[in-house]
């Protein structure tokens, strides 16, 4: 199960920003392992404060 987590400064991505970022990683992440893993793949964005 392919699982990929991207970290962000929070605030700084747009819903429709996250959504096209987890669309072109997973079709990435299929063309090099198959479509059989499509169901399995996690793409998880983190938003992380800038005073951490």
């Known amino acids: ?4 987590q991207i970290k962000s400064l929070q605030g700084f991505l747009s ?3 996250k959504q096209e970022i987890i669309k072109r990683v997973t079709e990435a ?3 090099v392992e198959g479509e059989a893993v499509r169901p399995f793949t996690w793409v998880i964005i983190d ?6």
């Not at 199960?1 to 990929?4: A, D, E, R, S, T």
């Not at 938003?47 to 951490?52: F, K, R």
């Open 47 to 52: 938003e992380v404060s800038m005073e951490s």
């Open 29 to 31: 992440l299929i063309s």
């Open 15 to 17: 819903a429709e920003k």
């Open 1 to 4: 199960m392919p699982l990929v």
